[in-house]
């Protein structure tokens, strides 16, 4: 089994979800006493948080990269990035490390296609659903993405950066998700990306007419596959 370098704090509260998820995917896996193998560095996700709301999205890839080559001085041999809005600095990851970065775009592309969906709706930090990294990724597979417009844009974002990140979760806030769900399959949505880790602490299966794609869960079962295989996710 190959060791696993968790990216992660952005935010704890979704860093210690992959993490549970990740052993228990492994003992179910393997059976026993198994569980993962892994080097976490978690990340103080004020600093960062602070680089998006700034826009200083450089220094924030120098952050990411510093601490991926610390993973790999550790030891990891594949790098997890556990958020979704911080893959705009994947390369940045990638060009500082010698190791495979399991992207989740295209983690979850996968899981879309292997569903026969061609297009889905997708929730998001603001920074993944207006810009183009995480968004093209998934279209270079064929998929066409839907955002939602403007106000429930701002929903989205809000629940996740002022209750979800602190660990809130709030009926109304669900409701509101459901609400902003429904309308993108109302525009043509077949399934729905959960792209935010957090968002999973929220809502899922049950909170959809159409499928939904927990990247989350995705990532993790991706991280077991490539770990135990010893293949690089393709």
Request: proline share 3%; charged share 25%.
């Amino acid at each position: 089994m190959r060791r696993i370098g968790l990216l992660g704090g952005m935010s704890w509260e979704s860093s210690a979800l992959f993490y549970d998820l990740l052993n228990r995917g492994v003992a179910e896996r393997l059976g026993g006493l198994h569980s993962a193998r892994v080097l976490m560095s978690s990340v103080d996700f004020a600093e960062i948080e602070e680089l998006q709301r700034t826009g200083d999205w450089d220094r924030a890839g120098e952050v990411l990269a510093d601490e991926a080559s610390r993973l790999e001085a550790a030891g990891a041999e594949i790098l997890v990035l556990c958020t979704n809005t911080m893959h705009k600095v994947a390369p940045a990851i990638e060009a500082a490390t010698g190791i495979p970065l399991l992207h989740l775009g295209d983690v979850t592309a996968v899981a879309v296609r292997a569903a026969g969906l061609t297009t889905v709706g997708l929730l998001g930090t603001r920074f993944t659903m207006e810009q183009h990294f995480y968004i093209g990724r998934i279209a270079t597979h064929g998929i066409a993405v839907l955002v939602p417009p403007p106000e429930d844009r701002e929903v989205v974002h809000r629940v996740i950066y002022d209750e979800l990140v602190l660990g809130v979760v709030r009926e109304e806030s669900r409701t509101a998700y459901r609400g902003v769900i429904e309308r993108l399959v109302a525009r043509g949505a077949e399934g729905v990306v959960l792209g935010c880790t957090e968002i999973e602490l929220l809502v899922g299966a049950d909170d959809s007419s159409v499928p939904v794609f927990p990247t989350t869960q995705l990532h993790v079962d991706a991280a077991i596959t490539a770990a135990l295989t010893l293949e690089d996710f393709e």
